[in-house]
């Protein structure tokens, strides 16, 4: 998974030549549409296949950008294709000055449903999505990879017709994190920045620490927590003049945030699951 800038063009296009979005045709079929999102890769748009109809999600992503990564996500995710959960990709490549990968149009994220419904999902919803979480966390774990930034914004409804299924986004920050022969684990390191979103980090992530399998799962406990406390965590809404200051303040409330606390008042499978991923 070597994560290197592919400068193969299929469109004709020079890669300093600014030609607009809109005018551009990826793979010789996608036809870009309006945009229907943005992150701090760059911005999503939707696209329609000229020939077939067909509606995709174009993620699009400036050569410019400081820390490409869009046709690394497209390889791991063409390493993933076939889970449930998974979206499917269609092509990646470089037109203009942009990356861009066509990838199955899928539904709101479910911090937009969270939004939507006043922020307060039932219980039985939140042991359904707790459930479908650790399927495919378990599934990418299966195929060698953390994910690093599990959050309500990065899993999806499924399109049209697949409503019911949790979808997994997002995967520029995930990392192999064993051999997939060997089984051979990658070396622990200290003195890491933090990956994610500090808000769901582990706390292991926190303090530096290379990230392993738990710190996902640990993440999930979080992110089930957020939608059982309508949408508040006690390191949420924390001032400090530096974005570092402010990271070490979110980790030193975790850290002094005992389970039970965090738990308090929800059932004892919640506060059973939160010890399994702490240890």
């Not at 002094?256 to 240890?279: F, H, I």
């Amino acid at each position: 998974m070597a994560h290197h800038q592919d400068t193969r063009n299929h469109t004709g296009v020079g890669p300093s030549s600014s030609i607009p979005l809109k005018d551009l045709k990826i793979a010789g079929v996608w036809k870009i549409g309006r945009k229907i999102g943005s992150g701090s890769f760059g911005d999503i748009y939707k696209g329609l296949n000229s020939q077939t109809g067909q509606e995709v999600a174009l993620k699009v992503e400036s050569t410019k950008a400081k820390h490409p990564q869009l046709l690394y996500e497209y390889k791991l995710l063409k390493h993933l294709q076939g889970g449930t959960g998974i979206a499917q990709v269609f092509c990646c490549e470089t037109a203009g000055d942009h990356n861009i990968m066509a990838m199955e149009l899928l539904g709101p994220s479910l911090e937009d449903v969270f939004n939507l419904c006043n922020r307060t999902f039932s219980l039985k919803t939140i042991l359904l999505l707790a459930d479908q979480f650790l399927q495919r966390v378990e599934y990418i774990h299966s195929k060698n990879f953390i994910h690093r930034d599990i959050k309500p914004d990065n899993f999806l409804l499924g399109g049209a017709g697949n409503q019911n299924t949790i979808y997994v986004i997002d995967f520029g920050l995930a990392k192999k994190f064993r051999d997939p022969k060997t089984h051979q684990h990658i070396p622990y390191r200290e003195n890491k920045n933090l990956t994610g979103t500090a808000r769901y980090a582990s706390i292991s992530a926190h303090l530096g620490s290379e990230q392993s399998r738990r710190d996902d799962l640990e993440a999930v406990g979080y992110v089930l927590m957020y939608f059982c406390r309508g949408g508040t965590l006690p390191w949420q809404g924390i001032k400090a003049n530096t974005k570092q200051e402010k990271y070490h303040k979110i980790m030193e409330k975790k850290m002094s945030t005992p389970v039970e606390v965090l738990c308090k008042g929800y059932p004892s499978k919640a506060l059973q699951a939160g010890d399994r991923a702490a240890q």
